[in-house]
């Protein structure tokens, strides 16, 4: 199944104390983000990649035309050190479809100008290239298939802020204070699943969401995907810090494809629940 990325952002909120590399571009130990992301969907078998490329888009080509399977792979120099024989590789099998979608375009106008990529497909797989989980990404495509009338479906996720929310009445007194995490409400987590049905929604100058996927909700052609295992989004500096702080103490739940840093689970635990809308 192909996979759409979406990696073409500024990214203004990752930029404090960093470079001007492309978000999807900076480091978790010793890939970029990006191949993280990628990495979990090869786990699964999906290795057809469509890269909507914008800012910093000669960052992603150059990184992918001289990768290096030697940089996170264990191997053997032979013949002197003259070649290299690989015990495991990464990308091997991977197709990378490089696409220019635009300085300044939404997602949606990102996914219009890979359009006709993907029209063709019976479904297809779409994702920001920044946000790492550990959900079994088996079961989301099941229980997408599984249900005809959808025409895409969504990753949805508790609230990862550690603000509170103050209950208030009229008097100024405060009822109560909870943590937002706590709310009965969830987050777009990305990891999405579409059908081609999805283009008759998309307008240009318009976003894939919250645009597009309004007008699937009154007839109940959006799935939304309950999670509450491992979610993160590597939106600003403090989110990467986070991410590469767990990577160098070897705690990686996204990590599905390496039980040594995963704490040898092949899959997350917590189950999906689905919910039209």
């Given at each position: 199944m192909k996979v759409v990325l979406f990696c073409g952002g500024l990214g203004m909120r990752m930029r404090e104390g960093m470079t001007s590399v492309p978000k999807?571009?900076?480091?978790i130990g010793d890939r970029p983000l990006l191949w993280h992301v990628m990495r979990y969907y090869a786990h699964f078998g999906h290795?057809?990649?469509?890269?909507?490329?914008?800012?910093?888009?000669?960052?992603?080509?150059?990184?992918?035309?001289?990768?290096?399977e030697t940089q996170s792979n264990d191997f053997t120099l032979v013949a002197g050190g003259r070649n290299?024989?690989?015990?495991?590789?990464?990308?091997?099998d991977w197709n990378i479809t490089f696409?220019?979608?635009?300085?300044?375009?939404?997602?949606?106008?990102?996914?219009?100008?890979?359009?006709?990529?993907?029209?063709?497909?019976e479904m297809f797989l779409a994702n920001y290239a920044d946000t790492l989980t550990d959900a079994p990404l088996e079961e989301l495509v099941d229980r997408f298939r599984a249900t005809p009338?959808?025409?895409?479906?969504?990753?949805a996720v508790p609230p990862v802020s550690t603000h509170h929310v103050v209950d208030v009445g009229e008097d100024g007194v405060v009822s109560g204070v909870?943590?937002?995490?706590?709310?009965?409400?969830?987050?777009?987590?990305?990891?999405?699943?579409?059908?081609p049905g999805i283009f008759e929604v998309l307008r240009e100058g318009e976003d894939m969401v919250p645009d597009a996927f309004a007008r699937l909700v009154p007839e109940r052609r959006l799935l939304a995907q309950q999670y509450h295992g491992f979610w993160r989004a590597a939106d600003t500096f403090k989110d990467r810090v986070e991410l590469e702080d767990m990577f160098h103490r070897?705690?990686?739940?996204?990590?599905?494809?390496?039980?040594?840093?995963?704490?040898?689970?092949?899959?997350?635990?917590?189950?999906?629940?689905?919910?039209?809308?």
């Amino acid at each position: 199944m192909k996979v759409v990325l979406f990696c073409g952002g500024l990214g203004m909120r990752m930029r404090e104390g960093m470079t001007s590399v492309p978000k999807p571009m900076n480091m978790i130990g010793d890939r970029p983000l990006l191949w993280h992301v990628m990495r979990y969907y090869a786990h699964f078998g999906h290795t057809d990649f469509i890269l909507c490329l914008g800012y910093g888009a000669n960052a992603v080509k150059d990184y992918f035309v001289h990768y290096d399977e030697t940089q996170s792979n264990d191997f053997t120099l032979v013949a002197g050190g003259r070649n290299i024989e690989m015990h495991s590789t990464d990308i091997t099998d991977w197709n990378i479809t490089f696409i220019d979608t635009g300085l300044r375009s939404s997602i949606g106008e990102r996914l219009m100008r890979v359009r006709h990529l993907v029209e063709h497909e019976e479904m297809f797989l779409a994702n920001y290239a920044d946000t790492l989980t550990d959900a079994p990404l088996e079961e989301l495509v099941d229980r997408f298939r599984a249900t005809p009338a959808a025409v895409a479906s969504m990753l949805a996720v508790p609230p990862v802020s550690t603000h509170h929310v103050v209950d208030v009445g009229e008097d100024g007194v405060v009822s109560g204070v909870r943590e937002v995490r706590n709310l009965m409400q969830y987050e777009n987590g990305g990891y999405f699943a579409m059908r081609p049905g999805i283009f008759e929604v998309l307008r240009e100058g318009e976003d894939m969401v919250p645009d597009a996927f309004a007008r699937l909700v009154p007839e109940r052609r959006l799935l939304a995907q309950q999670y509450h295992g491992f979610w993160r989004a590597a939106d600003t500096f403090k989110d990467r810090v986070e991410l590469e702080d767990m990577f160098h103490r070897g705690q990686c739940p996204w990590m599905v494809w390496d039980p040594l840093r995963n704490g040898g689970r092949v899959l997350a635990e917590p189950a999906l629940t689905a919910l039209a809308g």
